[in-house]
T-cell receptor
Framework: EPEVTQTPSHQVTQMGQEVILRCVPI?????FYWYRQILGQKVEFLVS????????KSEIFDDQFSVERPDGSNFTLKIRSTKLEDSAMYFC???????????FGQGTRLTVV | GQQLNQSPQSMFIQEGEDVSMNCTSS?????WLWYKQDPGEGPVLLIA?????ELTSNGRLTAQFGITRKDSFLNISASIPSDVGIYFC????????????FGKGTRLHILP
């Protein structure tokens, strides 16, 4: 069964450092998303990406965040200067043309120290 | 903001019991989704609902899209130990590629 894969599974970084979270969406999907989940809380939307551009972003997705699809398979989330409050699980998701349901990856646990 | 109010927050039940949880919103949703999340994993879609009034089953799970499009419930019949986890309701206001808005989750515990 096709799946969304995310790497790394766990990343520890020092405050102020840049991190890049990587995702390989399902191969024929066209819509890509990042969500985050602070420990013990609900899953929150960050950004959606379609046709090589951001289609929507939340208020969480400020200038410190950026997304990129550098090639035909990867979808990345970059946080330029991490803060302690960026510590969370980050989930990538993708969905296909015509409105198939979004599939989520296993997540990357980001710990900022 | 777009809030989904999910209840209960947590449930403690005996194995074999039926479970019911629900979600309400002040806004209309075009799609209602129910996900399960196990510890350290991503949300896994259980049931998707696309039409007001729709009742859909997936094994022991049954979910309904409320007629007002502002609520949904999920029932689990004859619970088993592997049902333990967090269940999230979620919705989409636009098309199926729209962002997903999640509720705060219902944590299900099953007593031996």
């Amino acid at each position: 069964e096709p799946e969304v894969t995310q790497t790394p599974s766990h990343q520890v970084t020092q405050m102020g450092q840049e991190v890049i979270l990587r995702c390989v969406p399902i191969s024929n999907h066209l819509y890509f998303y990042w969500y985050r989940q602070i420990l013990g809380q609900k899953v929150e939307f960050l950004v959606s990406f379609y046709n090589n551009e951001i289609s929507e972003k939340s208020e969480i997705f400020d200038d410190q965040f950026s997304v990129e699809r550098p090639d035909g398979s990867n979808f990345t989330l970059k946080i330029r200067s991490t803060k302690l409050e960026d510590s969370a699980m980050y989930f990538c998701a993708s969905s296909g043309q015509g409105g198939t349901e979004a599939f989520f990856g296993q997540g990357t646990r980001l710990t900022v120290v | 903001g777009q809030q989904l109010n999910q209840s209960p927050q947590s449930m403690f039940i005996q194995e074999g019991e039926d479970v019911s949880m629900n979600c309400t919103s002040s806004s209309i949703f075009n799609t209602w989704l129910w996900y399960k999340q196990d510890p350290g994993e991503g949300p896994v879609l259980l049931i998707a609902l696309y039409k007001a009034g729709e009742l859909t089953s997936n094994g022991r799970l049954t979910a309904q899209f409320g007629i007002t499009r502002k609520d949904s419930f999920l029932n689990i019949s004859a619970s088993i130990p592997s049902d333990v986890g967090i269940y999230f309701c979620a919705g989409q206001r636009g098309n199926r590629d729209d962002k997903i808005i999640f509720g705060k989750g219902t944590r299900l515990h099953i007593l031996p």
